[in-house]
């Protein structure tokens, strides 16, 4: 294996994975090792990998054949796509291990895991052999020391770890897309689980919601403080703050909607008002909208605002004001890529398109998925019976409420995972 010796796991995480044609098979998550019956340190027996559609793999340590700070390369292109399940005897180095409370011999200082080294012997054996110890000072404003020491000096890695450290684990996390983090956490015991999701500011907090399942998303929330659950309310958006608020009781909904700023309540609750399954119900009430006096140039900087989803960013909604939903009376539209090839003085009135009819709040969904299937769109208007612009459904929207409610567990073609599926019919 051409690979350094020693290994810091919690480097590795995030760690493209690839095949020996160099095409990319996942990234890594965490580090598999077996506790052995005697007092030497666990083998390192191989990693897990998450693939396309958040599927988490095993991968033997023997067919691996390089690892370093950039990359993973696997020695055969055939893989075990058995869904990872720890077994008995097994540990997963970063999620059980990081943060976890212990004491180094001789002398007893207390300390947290920052991080373990898995280290490869002459006859090619993995095993847990060093780990980097943070030194408790008992001072807010004084990091302790780092001690690197060797697996047997560290009294207090064996059973259940200490879940109240949080902050070694959220470093691993932080640089993770929210899908990717949201991911993580349901692989999480409840209890870190919700440490975690309490340690994240109110906007991350938000964004890794949205990617959750409604049940983890809803356990989530209740148990953070009533006015803590609002601030995150908040910073979703106004559709995907309904999503969750409907799941839970009409008295819960009431209470949180109380507790969060008026402007940022009210489009939420006109969006609980609408049918289920309904143009209404799935639409955002914040698209991109201008005046038809804005140019082109002020068009194209509101597209290239980076918190803007790049569903809502590919067209532009013209009315007349007020700007905000419900809006003056409904004008057209204009895509990003006309905005690209007309000059920047132009007025959005002079090129805006209004051939397609918009949708109505109560429109079903089938319809939508027709229409927008019918002419391309990844985005259309919602107006109602005064022709004003109460919001926008994109393809996004469409999507989240057509797949199945377990879609995140399912592949790519819809259909739940097999048992033991392999790459070429072999196994892993």
């Given at each position: 294996m051409?690979?350094?010796?020693?290994?810091?796991?919690?480097?590795?995480?995030?760690?493209?994975v690839?095949?020996?044609?160099?095409?990319?098979?996942?990234?890594?998550?965490?580090?598999?090792?077996?506790?052995r019956p005697?007092?030497?340190?666990?083998?390192?027996?191989?990693?897990?990998a998450?693939?396309?559609?958040?599927?988490?793999?095993?991968?033997?340590?023997?067919?691996i054949?390089?690892?370093?700070?950039?990359?993973?390369?696997?020695?055969?292109?055939?893989?075990?796509?058995?869904?990872?399940?720890?077994?008995?005897?097994e540990?997963?180095?970063?999620?059980?291990?990081?943060?976890?409370?212990?004491?180094?011999?001789?002398?007893?200082?207390?300390?947290s895991?920052v991080?373990?080294?898995?280290?490869?012997?002459?006859?090619g054996?993995?095993?847990?052999?060093?780990?980097?110890v943070?030194?408790?000072?008992?001072?807010?404003t004084?990091?302790?020391?780092?001690?690197?020491?060797?697996?047997?000096?560290?009294?207090?890695?064996?059973?259940i770890?200490?879940?109240?450290?949080?902050?070694?684990?959220l470093s691993?996390?932080?640089?993770?897309r929210?899908?990717?983090?949201?991911?993580?956490?349901?692989?999480?015991?409840?209890?870190?689980?919700?440490?975690?999701?309490?340690a994240?500011?109110?906007?991350r907090?938000?964004?890794?919601?949205?990617?959750?399942?409604?049940?983890?998303?809803?356990?989530?929330?209740a148990?953070?403080?009533?006015?803590?659950?609002a601030?995150?309310?908040e910073?979703?958006?106004?559709?995907?703050?309904?999503?969750?608020?409907?799941?839970?009781?009409?008295?819960?909904?009431?209470?949180?909607l109380d507790?969060?700023?008026?402007?940022?309540?009210?489009?939420?609750?006109?969006?609980?008002?609408?049918?289920?399954?309904?143009?209404?119900?799935?639409?955002?009430?914040?698209?991109?909208?201008?005046?038809?006096?804005?140019?082109?140039?002020?068009?194209?900087?509101?597209?290239?605002?980076?918190?803007?989803?790049?569903?809502?960013?590919?067209?532009?909604?013209?009315?007349?004001?007020?700007?905000?939903?419900?809006?003056?009376?409904?004008?057209?539209?204009?895509?990003?890529?006309?905005?690209?090839?007309?000059?920047?003085?132009d007025l959005?009135?002079?090129?805006?398109?209004?051939?397609?009819?918009?949708?109505r709040?109560?429109?079903?969904?089938?319809?939508?998925t027709?229409?927008?299937?019918?002419?391309?769109?990844?985005?259309?208007?919602?107006?109602?019976?005064?022709?004003?612009?109460?919001?926008?459904?994109?393809?996004?929207?469409?999507?989240?409420?057509?797949?199945p409610?377990?879609?995140?567990?399912?592949?790519?073609?819809?259909?739940?995972?097999?048992?033991?599926?392999?790459?070429?019919?072999?196994?892993?």
């Amino acid at each position: 294996m051409s690979t350094p010796t020693r290994i810091y796991i919690a480097r590795l995480a995030g760690v493209a994975v690839f095949d020996p044609n160099g095409d990319q098979v996942g990234r890594v998550r965490d580090a598999v090792a077996r506790l052995r019956p005697t007092q030497r340190p666990p083998e390192v027996v191989g990693l897990v990998a998450e693939m396309p559609m958040r599927r988490r793999i095993f991968l033997s340590i023997n067919r691996i054949t390089s690892i370093d700070a950039d990359a993973v390369v696997l020695g055969s292109g055939t893989l075990n796509l058995r869904r990872f399940e720890k077994r008995p005897n097994e540990l997963l180095v970063l999620q059980e291990l990081l943060d976890r409370r212990v004491q180094l011999d001789p002398g007893g200082q207390a300390g947290s895991v920052v991080d373990v080294a898995m280290e490869c012997s002459r006859g090619g054996e993995w095993s847990l052999a060093r780990v980097a110890v943070r030194e408790h000072t008992g001072r807010l404003t004084r990091r302790g020391h780092l001690h690197q020491v060797e697996w047997e000096r560290v009294r207090g890695l064996s059973g259940i770890a200490d879940s109240r450290g949080t902050a070694n684990l959220l470093s691993v996390l932080e640089d993770m897309r929210p899908a990717d983090l949201a991911n993580a956490l349901q692989d999480l015991p409840d209890t870190r689980r919700n440490e975690i999701a309490a340690a994240l500011d109110d906007e991350r907090l938000a964004d890794v919601l949205s990617e959750l399942p409604e049940h983890d998303q809803v356990e989530i929330l209740a148990a953070l403080d009533r006015e803590r659950a609002a601030d995150v309310l908040e910073e979703m958006d106004p559709d995907d703050a309904a999503d969750l608020l409907s799941e839970l009781p009409p008295p819960e909904q009431d209470v949180l909607l109380d507790l969060m700023q008026p402007d940022e309540a009210d489009p939420v609750r006109q969006l609980l008002k609408y049918t289920p399954g309904t143009a209404g119900s799935v639409m955002t009430s914040e698209p991109v909208i201008l005046p038809p006096d804005a140019t082109v140039a002020e068009a194209l900087a509101r597209i290239r605002e980076p918190q803007l989803s790049p569903a809502i960013a590919a067209q532009v909604f013209v009315s007349r004001a007020p700007m905000t939903t419900p809006t003056g009376r409904y004008l057209g539209m204009v895509h990003f890529q006309r905005l690209l090839r007309e000059p920047p003085a132009d007025l959005l009135g002079g090129i805006v398109v209004n051939d397609i009819d918009p949708l109505r709040p109560t429109t079903p969904l089938p319809e939508i998925t027709r229409r927008m299937a019918t002419y391309d769109l990844v985005a259309m208007p919602v107006i109602d019976r005064n022709n004003r612009l109460v919001g926008a459904v994109t393809v996004d929207d469409v999507l989240d409420h057509l797949l199945p409610r377990d879609w995140r567990d399912r592949d790519a073609a819809g259909r739940p995972f097999p048992a033991e599926p392999t790459l070429d019919g072999a196994d892993g």
